[in-house]
Nanobody, 122 residues
Framework: QVQVVESGGGLVQPGDSLRLSCLAS????????WAWFRKAPGKEHDFVAS????????SYDESVKGRFTINRDNAKNTVYLYMNNLKPEDTAAYYC???????????????WGQGTQVTVSS
């Protein structure tokens, strides 16, 4: 069973950058697509970015396109989300997941981890 642990969140000012990490464990990690979601209080998990199983295709929500980058380090079993030019509306708990599909067609096969909180405020 694939499990994930997210880290790297924090309190930052508008315009700052953060790098989120998702450390994965379990079998056949290289066969899964990966994605980041975020969840604001009172809302559902919302798609942010995805990476195909072979790393050849990325997809981003329009709200983060050009500012966020998803990639992974297979040797470290870690998926990253690089976030630049952060805005207050990016404030949320961020979660990663293994699964299948890309973009808003991505379907997680992992349970949600504990997430990592990102707060953007001046």
């Amino acid at each position: 069973q694939v499990q994930v642990v997210e880290s790297g969140g924090g309190l930052v000012q508008p315009g700052d950058s953060l790098r989120l990490s998702c450390l994965a464990s379990g079998p056949s990690l290289h066969t899964y697509a990966w994605a980041w979601f975020r969840k604001a209080p009172g809302k559902e998990h919302d798609f942010v970015a995805s990476l195909s199983w072979n790393g050849g295709r990325t997809s981003y929500d329009e709200s983060v396109k050009g500012r966020f980058t998803i990639n992974r380090d297979n040797a470290k079993n870690t998926v990253y989300l690089y976030m630049n030019n952060l805005k207050p509306e990016d404030t949320a708990a961020y979660y990663c997941a293994a699964g299948a599909g890309t973009g808003r067609d991505f379907r997680p096969i992992t349970s949600w981890g504990q997430g990592t909180q990102v707060t953007v405020s001046s």
